[in-house]
């Protein structure tokens, strides 16, 4: 009977800790957000420049509305491919200072095309082993061989590209990594991957979700943040967490946009986005390059809170603006984060299969709007709660 095997399965999760359940936002993504009609200090979300909700941006979104209606009506090949798409991939290409770019629907959709359509079957992909769940899927998916290495491991990543050197071409090869750990809130060591992937011949892809907006003198990302300049490197990045929007992209050379629009099937079997999300994309990162104060603005924040924990003696590897503080046991992480919601913050506890078994954690993320008073409550708050279940 299917409503049993479901009714058990669901069950193991409860008595796991690990039964997830929607909470249900009545408000936009601000730094103090509404559920059931309550306000909670929001303390959990990727909106890190606060431009979800900024005024510019839904400008930007109503009068493309009025110009070229809600709906694309078909994938981006058949009828689908609007001003504003074009426009976004010239914006994206501009900013990010590559050649050329493409707009995929989500993060998810991007990294699932991208690898699937850079290795395949007889390759090999190497996967940082906390790299995010979408890059995971778009390894499996791809049929190449998925070597993973342990987190940040340089060296073993170097044993496991000698080991697989055997073949030749350039293609056969692909190194991938989160430029910002979505997790963890660390930073690659993307210098040290470079080096390994021009020594052993493999292309390399940057999942820069995290670092778009937030890192680097104009918010290009990690790789403006490490000084890095190469235009083989393949980023990847989404439009949904500090652009404040939705979707996502490849940035890269032209050959590997031609290429992409023509083998990456979650770009081709698919509706394109809305045209309106594209424009509110474009005005999004109009702002990130005129207004770096937003930028300076996070990065006090993330220095006051990161110091805050780690004053009280709570560790955390977080060096961005996701900050996460290991609870370990998935139910102990479940009960402090209902604690603190029900003292107004609003922090999810993030679990397995999110995160590896035994690390379970709040996730604590901030945005450059968070008044300094909510902030100064939200650490005080955090630090009792945490030291109460210790
Ligand atoms: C590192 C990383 N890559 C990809 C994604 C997927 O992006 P999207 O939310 O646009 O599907 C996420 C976010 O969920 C992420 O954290």
Redo the contacts with the bound molecule.
């Keep these: 009977m299917p409503q049993d095997f479901i009714e058990k399965k669901l069950k193991e999760l409860k008595d796991k800790g690990l039964y997830r359940s929607l909470n249900l936002v009545d408000s936009p993504q601000k730094p103090r957000i509404k559920i059931n009609g309550k306000e909670y200090i929001l303390l959990c979300s990727?909106n890190y420049l606060g431009l979800a909700n900024h005024p510019k941006i839904k400008e930007a979104a109503i009068n493309a509305i009025k110009k070229y209606g809600v709906g694309a009506g078909g994938a981006r090949l058949v009828s689908g491919n609007m001003k504003p798409h074009r426009e976004l991939e010239e914006r994206i290409a501009k900013f990010k200072k590559t050649e050329s770019s493409l707009v995929f629907n989500?993060?998810?959709?991007?990294?699932l095309g991208i690898i699937s359509a850079l290795v395949g079957r007889g390759d090999f992909v190497f996967s940082d082993k906390l790299?995010?769940a979408?890059?995971v899927d778009g390894c499996l998916l791809s049929g190449a061989e998925f070597k993973r290495y342990p987190h940040k491991d340089i060296s073993v990543l170097e044993d496991l590209l000698k080991k697989h050197s055997r073949l030749t071409t350039r293609n056969s090869r692909l190194i991938i990594t989160?430029g910002v750990f979505?997790m963890d809130g660390d930073i690659a060591p993307l210098k040290d991957i470079l080096n390994l992937a021009e020594k052993y011949n493999a292309m390399l892809m940057i999942?820069d979700?995290?670092g778009t907006g937030v890192l680097g003198k104009n918010g290009r990302g990690t790789l403006e943040h490490l000084g890095i300049k190469n235009k083989d490197i393949i980023q990847m990045g989404?439009?949904?967490?500090a652009i404040g929007t939705?979707?996502?992209y490849a940035a890269g050379s032209k050959k590997l946009i031609d290429y992409l629009i023509n083998k990456a099937r979650p770009f081709i079997y698919t509706t394109a986005l809305p045209p309106a999300i594209c424009s509110a994309s474009i005005s999004a990162i109009d702002i990130i390059e005129k207004q770096p104060q937003i930028r300076k603005d996070l990065w006090d924040r993330v220095r006051y809170f990161i110091k805050g924990l780690k004053d009280a003696g709570i560790e955390t590897s977080g060096e961005t603006q996701i900050i996460p503080i290991i609870i370990g046991n998935a139910k102990k992480a479940v009960d402090i984060s209902k604690k603190l919601f029900e003292k107004g913050v609003f922090v999810q506890a993030i679990r397995p299969p999110a995160v590896p078994e035994g690390t379970a954690r709040l996730r604590i993320t901030l945005m450059a709007n968070h008044s300094w008073d909510d902030l100064e409550y939200a650490l005080e708050t955090i630090k009792e709660t945490v030291a109460n279940f210790a």
């Design positions: 990727n989500s993060g998810y959709h991007a990294n790299n995010h979408s890059i989160d979505s999942d979700a995290h989404t439009f949904g967490k939705f979707g996502a």
